[in-house]
């Protein structure tokens, strides 16, 4: 009686071991226990940083934290401040209302590299909404600028158009002068046979 206990406890404990040994490298990856701003978080005032608890000791020199805004823009923000597990970075322009993103990467004690993100929304009722891109508009100077072009060239048009119209009513038509330079030459080889004749009588 007394074999088959031990026996039965030997094998409880084997079945517990083997539970665990393949849930052992898994403890050794770092992971984000706590951060504020919190996930999905809607804050009423915009925070001025972003803290973020592991559950292992953070490597100053492979800690990266950064924030980003709806349009992809990083945020201006410190160097992670690294205390421990904790992480800290400072953001040094204010929030306007919107979602943000914070992304991190971090190494385990195994030297397993581990990121992720998560976002948070800034609605502060007191604070003006995001200003709308403006369409470019042209400046005055290019305004007087595509102006004159435009009445210089109104003027310019009729202009040339008296000119073409000058040039084809006060010239002599093309058959004219052809004809008459063929009657002078004509006219000439007439003389000059005429003139031949005489002096050979």
């Known amino acids: 009686m007394r074999t088959r206990t031990v026996s039965a406890l030997l094998a409880a404990l084997f079945t517990a071991a083997l539970l665990l040994v393949p849930a052992t490298p898994a403890a050794a990856h770092n992971s984000l226990q706590e951060a504020t701003p ?5 804050l009423t005032t915009a925070p001025t940083q972003v803290t973020l608890r592991f559950l ?4 100053p020199a492979f800690t990266t934290i950064t924030l980003r805004d709806a349009t992809d823009r990083q945020v201006p923000a410190s160097a992670p401040a690294v205390d421990g597990a904790t992480g800290t970075v400072t953001i040094e322009e204010p929030l306007a209302n919107g979602t ?6 971090v190494v385990s004690r195994d030297g397993h590299p581990v990121q992720g993100s998560y ?3 800034v609605a502060d009722p007191a604070a003006p909404p995001a200003a709308a891109p403006s369409p470019a508009t042209p400046s005055p100077a290019a305004s ?3 102006s004159a072009g435009a009445a210089a060239g109104a003027d310019a ?3 040339s158009a008296d000119a073409s119209t000058g040039a084809d009513d006060g010239g002599l038509p093309v058959g ?8 002078a030459v004509a006219a000439a080889a007439v003389t ?3 003139l031949r004749r005489r002096r050979a009588s």
């Open 100 to 105: 943000y993103t914070v992304a991190y990467r």
């Open 119 to 121: 976002r948070f929304t």
């Open 56 to 59: 292992q000791r953070l490597n």
């Open 38 to 42: 919190a996930r999905d978080a809607r």
């Open 144 to 146: 007087a600028d595509v």
């Open 157 to 159: 048009s009729p202009a």
């Open 176 to 183: 004219i002068l052809v004809g008459g330079a063929v009657a």
């Open 192 to 194: 000059a046979l005429l």
